[in-house]
């Protein structure tokens, strides 16, 4: 606990209660997320329904632990996609340089340059609303950020004196790449795709409050938060505000421990601290 903060101890104690309640959902849920009862509609928090119930009697406290799967499960296979391919191009790009670096840089700023819900429109109209189609909107919105950040990272070790000793010895590109140049650039692509699974929870929301999401009947944050304010706000808030403030401490405390991830690694090289880890675009 020395040398921890104590809001990356609290925001670790979020992540495993919130990581616990998604795994073990079947376990913990006192309800089906899918039942509805007319006789409990809108009913506030009480012993019963610690969150209170929703406008079709569903209990919101399920709703929420079924949320956190479908959210954390999209969240993290768009940062893997993400992560994967932008982390191969971005040290490909910065350790073969020349004609093959100008053009990856060139396609990323392609990629870069539309705007998230467009390109989260494009990808989820082309491939039908699902789970899978947000999570490869989120990842093809990410892809470029992530390249950027290991190409920077790889840039800085790429001619360090150790590498020019290993491609002295007849080693190829990939395998220079991938075992000598990924692991001195890892840790501040480490911290940035930590960052990057805040924000891609909070761009599934996005989607699924915009419709663009995961559809129904899956239970997500957004979705919720959708059916939540559009309809039941004045009457029944803690159909919103609860899951709402779920889905806020998850991804505040994402960033926070992205962030202690990356000043961790800067601290324990001797090395100037870094600024902030902030969130990436959306």
Sequence with gaps: MRGVGVGVVLAGVVLLVVAGGALFADLIAPFDPLEQAVDRRLLPPGRKHLFGTDGFGRDVLSRTLYGARVSIAVALASVLVAGGAGVALGLTSAYAGGRYDLMVQRGIDVLHGFPFLVMALIV?????????????????????????????????????????????????????????????????????????????????????????????????????????SRAYFDAAPWVTLLPGLVLCATVVSLIVVGDRLGRRRYRACGERRPQRVGRPRQ
């Design 124 to 228: 989820v109209v082309a491939l039908s609303p699902s789970p899978a189609a947000t999570a490869a909107a989120i990842a093809l919105s990410l892809l470029p950020l992530v390249a950027r950040v290991a190409r920077g990272a790889a840039l800085s070790v790429v001619e360090e004196e150790y590498l020019l000793a290993v491609r002295a010895t007849g080693a190829g590109a990939a395998r220079t790449v991938f075992r000598h140049v990924l692991p001195a650039a890892g840790p501040p692509i480490a911290a940035y795709l930590a960052a990057c699974l805040g924000t891609a929870v909070g761009a599934e929301a996005t989607l699924s409050y915009l419709g663009l999401g995961v559809p129904p009947p899956y239970a997500s944050w957004g979705r919720m938060l959708r059916e939540g």
